[in-house]
């Protein structure tokens, strides 16, 4: 047989292999569609809602790991472990996954940041290192949910706590989450401003107030303004959050204060700063329910998983990986 014979046939054989190999994609293709092959390697692509966007119908379709890293970028620092990182995104996924349940246009709305305002937030030189170490969170928890009795979880969290997370039957006076229950977390105390100071005068507080201190029974007390003595904190939760706090004849709950006064913690302390004005001492920075996050990095210096951390802070709970996000679009 010549040589050319040979090398013929060698082709043939050659060729053939090569469309066996690839004859299972091109069935794919033909069937389903050029971009069906790519949902395994994360890049299906979401509907996000973004304000004050040029596109007219104010939304983005953004790659499914970008949208996660990119709110996980947002959320914690790039100088947190890689465990509290993994632990973090899947307390993300679980959320995300929970309102595509709920949505009937599949239209997400968690900011995040874009790859664009990462580099501006590190810098160039940093970018690449930190942008993969989100995404390596991403991918290295691909699919983790937090499910209770069948369910997606509810999964708050928070920078730092008063020492001790708090109950949600205590914080929302229902008993729909019972596995996001009072953790003591006394590292806590040692995070980066954990203590915050905030002086306010009382004409500056009753102006911010106003939508609760209407309950005033005669309007008497709203026009003569208040001092040190008309507030009072009437009761904490088992945590030491402000339960109830008492301004003039109006109690409203602490974290009602917290929020119009823009306060980083409803865990807060009373003092009197000079005639008119009042000291406000805070410990803890959120809302101190379910997973504080420098507690969760302090776990993770010390070797525990992402599994650990989260069996911590919402203890009852399971993880499952057996669901993926294409079942919810």
Known sequence: MNRYVIEQKFKSVAAFLIILILLPYII?????????????????????KVPDTEEADGLAEIRWTDYIAGILAEEISEDCE??????????IRTQIYRELEDSE??????????????????????????????IRAVEETDDTVIMYNDAYAWTPFHQSSNGMTRSAAEVLGSEEYP??????????????DEIGT?????????KLCRDFLVAEE?????????GFKDFEIKSCDSAGYVKELKIGNTVCTGDQFRDVLSLPSSAFSLSEDGEDRIKITTIGKGHGMGMSIWTADRMAEEGKTYEEIIAFFFEGTKLRNDIQETELL
């Open 105 to 134: 246009d599949k239209i997400l709305t968690e900011s995040w940041l874009t790859r664009e305002e990462m580099e501006e937030k590190w810098g160039a030189e940093n970018y690449q290192e930190y942008h993969e170490k989100y």
């Open 198 to 206: 905030f002086s306010y005068s009382y004409t500056e507080i009753q």
């Open 218 to 226: 005669d309007g008497e007390k709203a026009a003569q303004g208040y």
């Open 28 to 48: 794919t293709v033909f069937v389903n569609g050029a971009d069906a092959g790519d949902a395994g390697n994360g890049d299906l692509y979401v509907k996000v």
């Open 82 to 91: 890689a465990e509290t990182m993994k632990a973090q995104a899947v307390l």
């Open 179 to 192: 596995y996001i229950a009072v953790r003591e977390c006394p590292l806590d105390k040692e995070a980066d």
